[in-house]
């Protein structure tokens, strides 16, 4: 219900906008929001078609690897952990292996892998949904934490910034100078998104079986963090992008040695997954054009300057700095468009400078934060979920925090 009269708020407010542009002698305005629309059905479905290849090769692998036993034996080894936050889930279940991939995948920054993981998770715990249109408390908590997912290096962001630099004449520039911002602004998101949906579904986190875990994954973390951030680095994101391929090639050859050690036909286990990555795409497709038409209109309306303007003159008002007021738009637009919030980072890099306080605010807010919309529309949208119950509610909660504390980091780091 909620995401309705959010989807019904963009579309209204967008359109009496341009109306009364349009009775003021802006004649452009309603064709403008038009095109907007057009053109975001279009993304729509060119983004759907783009995922097609990449579920299908990813279904197929986990097909393989449930074959395999792979899965299981994923699930069996987070499992002590995992159940505190999904009670949901029944022990051994394949939807805990599928969950695990996919929050290692985000957790080396490789987005490309980590959405089909995600939707392959998903799909496993709708077959414990008994309500299908209905989200269950599993689902929940499972999009929330991919909503405030935690990234150890936002490597696309040093890419970006690393070619921004060597246009703009910066020698000696270090593109990874926000990585240690990021990995905390990401980590506190993570935890303020953890406790808002387990005070919700009243789930106790003060459980050793799930606290020793992740004070052991806390400390890997704290070394590889310690070891990469003392490279240069054009090297340190040359690590991570070795890591992070490393990490997936080896799940690959996990899964078919593991296939062929079991005798396991691994091309058909691999054809009959993929077969199920065009179905997948293709119920996408509604969900995921419903939310970019939304968006489209909203901006094209000009409704994103308006509220700019109202913050800053808030933060005026109440004597704060206003300097990183560039930069917030990158997080307003973050929630809604992953492409839309890339696209305000360079224009903010490219204004004011990529080594200014605004685009390195504006980097770590574009490498700590998740199109909670995106994610939302297409997670929910492949298995047909319509009543999305709190999720909404907690995502935004946690991304709010986050933009908050990465505006606060970066005054620490950078101001």
């Known amino acids: 219900m909620v995401l309705n009269w959010v989807w ?39 983004v759907a078609l783009g995922l097609t290849g990449m579920m299908a090769l ?8 449930e074959r395999a036993g792979m899965i299981d ?13 999904f009670p949901g889930v029944p022990a051994g279940h394949p939807a805990q292996g599928a969950m695990t991939l996919n929050i290692s995948a985000n957790l080396l920054g ?41 990234t150890l290096i936002p490597t696309s962001v040093i890419a970006i910034r690393q070619t921004l630099a060597v246009k703009q004449g910066l020698a000696g520039f270090n593109a990874a100078d926000i990585f240690l911002p990021t990995l905390l602004v990401t980590a506190i998101t993570l935890v303020c998104a953890v406790l808002a949906v387990a ?15 992740l004070a052991g994954f806390a400390a890997v973390v704290g070394l590889l963090v310690w070891w990469v951030s003392g490279l240069p680095a054009e090297q340190a994101a040359q690590w991570m992008g070795v890591i992070g391929a490393g990490s997936i090639l080896a799940v690959v050859l996990l899964f078919t040695g593991a296939g062929a050690l079991r005798q396991v036909n691994v091309y058909d286990a691999f054809i009959d997954g993929a077969k199920d990555g065009f179905q997948v795409a293709v119920q996408i497709i509604p969900y995921l054009v419903a939310m970019l038409c939304a968006i489209a209109v909203f901006r094209a309306a000009g409704l994103m300057d308006l509220l700019m303007g109202s913050i800053a003159w808030a933060a005026a008002s109440l004597g704060l700095p206003t300097d990183f007021l560039p930069a917030l738009p990158v997080g307003l637009m973050k929630v809604l468009s992953g492409s839309g919030a890339r696209g305000l980072m360079v224009d903010v890099m490219q204004t004011h400078g990529v080594a200014s306080f605004p685009g ?21 949208g492949s298995v047909g979920v319509k009543h999305v119950r709190h999720a909404l509610a907690c995502a935004l909660l946690a991304d709010a925090v986050g933009l908050v504390v990465a505006v606060g980091v970066g005054y620490a780091f950078f101001h």
Do not use: C, H
């Open 8 to 46: 019904l708020g963009f579309f209204a407010s967008a359109i009496v906008v341009a109306l009364g542009q349009t009775v003021l002698g802006d004649l452009g305005a309603l064709p403008r929001v038009m095109t907007a629309l057009f053109d975001a059905a279009k993304t729509g479905f060119e």
């Open 73 to 85: 034996a994923f699930a069996r080894a987070v499992n002590p952990a995992l159940r505190q936050l």
């Open 199 to 213: 005070w919700v579904q009243r789930i106790s986190l003060l459980r050793a079986s799930l606290l020793v875990p």
């Open 360 to 380: 390195q605010l504006a980097a770590i807010i574009q490498g700590s934060t998740e199109t909670t919309f995106y994610v939302l529309a297409v997670y929910f």
């Open 110 to 150: 490789l987005d490309n892998a980590a959405t089909p993981l995600g939707l392959a998770a998903m799909q496993e715990l709708q077959t414990l949904n008994p309500e299908p249109e209905t989200a269950t408390d599993a689902q929940i908590m499972f999009l929330v934490l991919n909503t405030a997912g935690l």
């Open 58 to 65: 990813w279904l197929g692998f986990m097909k393989m690897g």
